[in-house]
């Protein structure tokens, strides 16, 4: 009889390492009682176990999958406080609805995201229906230099006071964005095409995105769009009614 590859051999016996850590993890937990001593043939008593009651495995596994995401949620929830006013109160990101809102709701998004792009509308719904929300925009350009390019050409047009009518367009435009469909939809909306490119150049716009890519990777957000409202992270696309609840959640629970 041939002896098993050493790839084989190796998966075999981290598999069952794998196996005797998870019925420690029982016996830790009190899932599983063996008494006040642990017998000598342990390994051999715990892989038998483990084979005949597989669905003790997957409880114990279910637990510490909780357990992560519990702590995962408690160390944001931590670092949220922490960050409170880089979050919710930078002074260079543009904003909507309520300057002085009782709730701030912070989107991270990219234009050439599509379900950025379908959350517009309901987030505008949102603004419209509740006259103490504040938006906070988190430009997070992370679909391609065209990506890069709208988000820098967005915060230029601050300078000329038409962000939100900008921001909007881009949003609604049915292609890819890139430099010159920017600069095109920049020109129907009213901006002075040659200044908004002189602005773009200044230091402080990409500084202002370098800061929020870095909150995104500290705040572990993955994908856009992203909603930060309280002390929660909503991550994708959600319906109306959705954002709505954890608005009011934010609202009845100010301090998380």
Request: hydrophobic share 45%; net charge negative.
């Amino acid at each position: 009889m041939s002896k098993p590859s050493s790839g084989i051999a190796a998966t075999i016996l981290s598999a069952f390492a794998v196996l005797v850590a998870v019925l420690a993890l029982l016996v830790a937990t009190g899932t599983l009682d063996v008494g006040r001593s642990v017998p000598r043939d342990f390994e051999a008593q715990a892989r038998q176990y483990l084979l005949d009651n597989p669905e003790v495995v997957v409880e114990a596994l279910q637990r510490l999958e909780e357990r992560r995401q519990q702590a995962e949620a408690n160390e944001l929830q931590t670092l949220i406080v922490e960050r409170h006013d880089e979050i919710f109160n930078d002074s260079t990101a543009p904003v909507a609805g309520n300057p002085d809102g009782d709730v701030v709701l912070v989107e991270f998004f990219d234009y050439n995201c599509p379900y950025c792009r379908k959350a517009t509308s309901d987030i505008r719904q949102a603004i419209e229906d509740d006259p103490n929300l504040k938006l906070v925009f988190k430009e997070w350009p992370i679909l391609g230099p065209g990506s890069e390019f709208a988000a820098r050409a967005a915060l230029a047009s601050l300078k000329q006071g038409k962000y939100d009518a900008f921001h909007h367009a881009l949003m609604g435009f049915p292609g890819r964005i890139g430099e010159n469909s920017t600069l095109t939809i920049a020109g129907d909306v009213g901006l002075d095409v040659e200044q908004l490119k002189r602005d773009m150049q200044d230091p402080a716009i990409a500084a202002a995105i370098e800061r929020n890519r870095a909150l995104a990777d500290d705040l572990r957000i993955t994908g856009t769009p992203t909603f930060v409202v309280g002390d929660e992270i909503i991550r994708g696309l959600v319906d109306l009614a959705t954002l709505k609840r954890f608005i009011a959640d934010a609202r009845q629970n100010p301090e998380g």
